[in-house]
């Protein structure tokens, strides 16, 4: 079965204390893995893509990397405006469809 | 560009009572997408239109949901009549045909219904 996993369910930060989210997926070829941001009362917000294994993204103090089995959300140095849930979905080879994970629920204190 | 809008951004209502939920989507975008997000199931695809023609519904959870979009610009999932398990945040999204395998999907605010 198609899946996304995502860990850890909840993360507490010292602003500045760097630190990695996972998530792990099981699809049938997959086509793009995809990061979002989700802030209380908003609809998700689009971060990155990834389509191959190695492949690597920046944006300010977000990296998002990807192995044939898995990605990881990289935050560095992070201040608590970086506080949200951050998910990440799966697409598979010749879909429309993103598999959501539960997300990761980031709390970074100042 | 406003991005995807939807309305209303609250709906309160008692179980048995119609709801119709919107989505007005990103100008251009030809995908749209309704989702359901609750805190034991996540995000959930509904149904998904491509070019106003539903292409795939097997998300729809019962025949009191069902979903229309009569043209580019504007869709609607109405569920009829509503029962508490039904709470939930629903969001719209879209995407663009440019995109290709990129698709990647923008999302409204969402609206949040209580069904009491």
């Known amino acids: 079965e198609d899946q996304v996993t995502q860990s850890p369910e909840a993360l507490r930060l010292q602003e500045g204390e760097s630190s990695s989210l996972n998530c792990s997926y099981t699809?049938?070829?997959?086509?793009?893995l995809f990061w979002y941001r989700q802030d209380p009362g908003k609809g998700p917000e689009f971060l990155f893509t990834l389509y191959s294994a190695g492949e690597e993204k920046e944006k300010e103090r977000l990296k998002a990397t990807l192995t044939k089995k898995e990605s990881f959300l990289h935050i560095t140095a992070p201040k608590p405006e970086d506080s949200a849930t951050y998910l990440c979905a799966a697409r598979m080879d010749s879909s429309y469809k993103l598999i959501f994970g539960s997300g990761t629920r980031l709390l970074v204190r100042p | 560009d406003a991005g995807v809008i939807q309305s209303p951004r609250h709906e309160v209502t008692e179980m048995g009572q119609e709801v119709t939920l919107r989505c007005k989507p990103i100008s251009g975008h030809n995908s749209l997408f309704w989702y359901r997000q609750t805190m034991m199931r996540g995000l959930e695809l509904l149904i998904y239109f491509n070019n106003n023609v539903p292409i795939d519904d097997s998300g729809m959870p019962e025949d009191r949901f069902s979903a229309k979009m009569p043209n580019a610009s504007f869709s609607t999932l109405k569920i009829q009549p509503s029962e508490p398990r039904d709470s939930a945040v629903y969001f719209c999204?879209?995407?663009?045909?440019?995109?290709?395998?990129?698709?990647?999907?923008?999302f409204g605010a969402g609206t949040r219904l209580s069904v009491l």
């Open positions: 699809v049938s070829g997959l086509r793009g």
């Open positions: 999204a879209s995407s663009s045909p440019g995109q290709g395998a990129k698709n990647i999907q923008y």
